[in-house]
């Protein structure tokens, strides 16, 4: 009974096929899709895939969105069931005003993040790091208890609005420097230390709250460019929110078929 896993952001839907819907299960295939062509996969990368018997998903792109992804679903006979952020699950419990309101993608990830960090040993606090369209920074205790997190835009967003905002200003393909001296690298510079200081400051908020290191985990599809300019100690991983969907489905009630 293998488990097709999806993770639709507001840039790419991710995917995995896993040997089964349990934490540890062997991931068989992957891919990532931007979104304007998601409407080929049962033709295309899916159709090549073993039919998977059941899926679990997230989805913070809109219904449209999600709607299209589920005519691309109907390749198999499966029910599509898709998170939505709840009070607890998992061992983490949700500190948002309104919980059902925490995108769920960032929900997932923190149920990812918190198996991996007992996985790894005594609980510890966690930094959860999402460089997507977005750039979300979710703060768990050593308890699982999700504190709150910070949202402000990925370099795509960032850039987008300095073009648009300004009469001089075009999207650069500039360099990460410490004292930049043209306007390329400003704009590259300014948005990456944006999101590296937003990371150190919350981390130090998180280390005040706790009185110990969180462990820093990182993932999407911007984090590799962030990677290098990061000087906490972190791990990078792409499968966080997989993983949270494994831990979700093990927990709930997929294993009937
Ligand atoms: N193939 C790629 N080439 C360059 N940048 C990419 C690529 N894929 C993703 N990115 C970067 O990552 C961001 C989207 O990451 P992703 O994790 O797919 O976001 P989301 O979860 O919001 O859909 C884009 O804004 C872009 O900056
Ligand atoms: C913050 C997000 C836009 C991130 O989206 P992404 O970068 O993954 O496309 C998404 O998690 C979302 O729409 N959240 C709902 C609002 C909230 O979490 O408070
Ligand atoms: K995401």
């Given at each position: 009974?293998?488990?097709?896993?999806?993770?639709?952001?507001?840039?790419?839907?991710?995917?995995?096929?896993?040997?089964?819907?349990?934490?540890?299960a062997?991931?068989?295939?992957h891919?990532?899709?931007?979104?304007?062509?998601?409407?080929?996969?049962?033709?295309?990368?899916?159709?090549?895939?073993?039919?998977p018997?059941?899926m679990?998903?997230?989805?913070?792109a809109?219904?449209?969105?999600?709607?299209?992804?589920?005519?691309?679903?109907?390749?198999?006979?499966?029910?599509?069931?898709w998170?939505?952020?709840?009070?607890a699950?998992?061992?983490?419990?949700?500190?948002?005003?309104?919980?059902?309101r925490?995108?769920?993608?960032?929900?997932?990830?923190?149920?990812?993040?918190?198996?991996?960090v007992?996985?790894?040993?005594?609980?510890?606090?966690?930094?959860?790091?999402?460089?997507?369209?977005?750039v979300?920074?979710?703060?768990?205790?050593?308890?699982?208890?999700?504190?709150?997190?910070?949202?402000?835009?990925?370099?795509g967003?960032?850039?987008?609005?300095?073009?648009?905002g300004?009469?001089?200003?075009k999207?650069?393909?500039?360099?990460?420097?410490?004292?930049?001296?043209?306007t390329?690298?400003?704009?590259?510079?300014?948005?990456?230390?944006?999101?590296?200081?937003?990371?150190?400051?919350?981390?130090r908020?998180?280390?005040?709250?706790?009185?110990?290191?969180?462990?820093?985990?990182?993932?999407?599809?911007?984090?590799?460019?962030?990677?290098p300019?990061?000087?906490?100690?972190?791990?990078?991983?792409?499968?966080?929110?997989?993983?949270?969907?494994?831990?979700?489905?093990?927990?709930?009630?997929?294993?009937?078929?």
């Amino acid at each position: 009974m293998s488990f097709l896993v999806i993770d639709i952001g507001n840039t790419r839907l991710k995917w995995g096929l896993y040997a089964a819907p349990r934490p540890g299960a062997e991931l068989l295939a992957h891919g990532a899709s931007f979104l304007e062509t998601i409407d080929r996969l049962a033709d295309d990368e899916w159709a090549r895939l073993p039919p998977p018997t059941h899926m679990l998903g997230c989805a913070v792109a809109g219904l449209a969105v999600r709607r299209r992804a589920e005519e691309q679903l109907d390749l198999w006979d499966l029910e599509p069931r898709w998170v939505v952020s709840q009070p607890a699950a998992c061992g983490v419990t949700n500190g948002y005003d309104h919980p059902a309101r925490l995108g769920s993608d960032r929900w997932v990830a923190m149920i990812g993040a918190r198996a991996r960090v007992l996985a790894s040993g005594p609980p510890r606090p966690a930094l959860v790091v999402m460089v997507g369209t977005a750039v979300t920074v979710d703060a768990l205790d050593a308890e699982g208890r999700f504190l709150g997190g910070l949202i402000l835009p990925g370099f795509g967003l960032m850039l987008k609005a300095m073009e648009s905002g300004t009469a001089g200003l075009k999207v650069p393909t500039g360099e990460v420097r410490e004292f930049p001296t043209n306007t390329s690298d400003a704009l590259m510079s300014g948005g990456t230390y944006g999101i590296a200081g937003a990371i150190e400051r919350m981390h130090r908020h998180l280390v005040q709250r706790c009185g110990e290191l969180p462990v820093l985990l990182m993932s999407g599809g911007a984090a590799v460019k962030l990677a290098p300019e990061t000087d906490l100690p972190f791990e990078l991983t792409d499968t966080l929110v997989f993983e949270g969907l494994l831990q979700l489905a093990a927990a709930g009630s997929l294993q009937g078929g």
